[in-house]
């Protein structure tokens, strides 16, 4: 195990639902990351989190909201998502956004009906 | 932006053969190159990294090289085993972002 945790490991939601996915790692580390991960892309960067500030928003909707109330938990509050944001969603963390080496989760696979 | 590709897309071999995977970049600026190992069910898990001061490094059956001049750089496997299958990602950091390929499916037949 990778020290990094997420829950659940499977979600399916139809698109008027509100759901959170959770990570916490157990690393002391201070940077967190969430990546999504779709069918033959490569794994695209969403948000950031060093020592519980977001320096990174990739783009993202709207519909996707994170939280990090401290720097061992990283929330990805979901809210009326699209059947295009199927994907597998992988929490990750490093010591801090300057050490390059990331450590993640097992992922949450999700489905949008 | 960076931008790193990958190839190939799959990889069949025999155990015991040697497997190469290949990645290039397109920022100079890129200076950290690491290779993460994903099987079914789990996330990607680092296997070995390469930083732009070195040309190559090795650990055990994994080697990876980088050419900055070329801007490429692979990941080396000897003496496949089955366990060994799995989808490879090659990443590049520029400015503390990681950006990854579009992965490797190595498929290690006994």
């Known amino acids: 195990e990778t020290g990094v945790t997420q829950t659940p490991r499977h979600l399916v939601m139809g698109m008027t639902n509100k759901k959170s996915l959770k990570c916490e790692q157990h690393l002391g580390h201070n940077a967190m990351y969430w990546y999504k991960q779709s069918a033959k892309k490569p794994l695209e960067l969403m948000f950031v989190?060093?020592?519980?500030?977001?320096?990174e928003n990739n783009s993202v909707p709207s519909r996707f909201s994170p939280e990090c109330p401290n720097s061992s938990h990283l929330f990805l509050h979901l809210h009326t998502l699209q059947p295009e944001d199927s994907a597998l969603y992988l929490c990750?963390?490093?010591?801090?956004?300057?050490?390059?080496?990331?450590?993640f989760g097992p992922g949450t696979r999700l489905t949008v009906l | 932006g960076e931008n790193v590709e990958q190839h190939p897309s799959t990889l069949s071999v025999q155990e015991g053969d040697s497997a190469v995977i290949k990645c290039t970049y397109s920022?100079?600026?890129?200076?950290?190159f690491p290779w993460y190992k994903q099987e079914l069910g789990k996330g990607p898990q680092l296997i070995i990294d390469?930083?732009?001061?070195?040309g190559e490094k090795k650990d055990q059956r994994i080697a990876v090289t980088l050419n900055k001049t070329a801007k490429h750089f692979s990941l080396h496997i000897t003496e496949t085993q089955p366990e060994d299958s799995a989808v490879y990602f090659c990443a590049a950091i520029t400015f503390q972002k990681l950006v990854f390929g579009t992965g490797t499916r190595l498929l290690v037949s006994p």
């Open positions: 390469i930083r732009s001061n070195v």
């Open positions: 989190y060093n020592f519980k500030e977001q320096t």
């Open positions: 920022d100079s600026a890129s200076n950290y």
């Open positions: 990750a963390s490093s010591q801090d956004i300057k050490y390059n080496e990331q450590f």
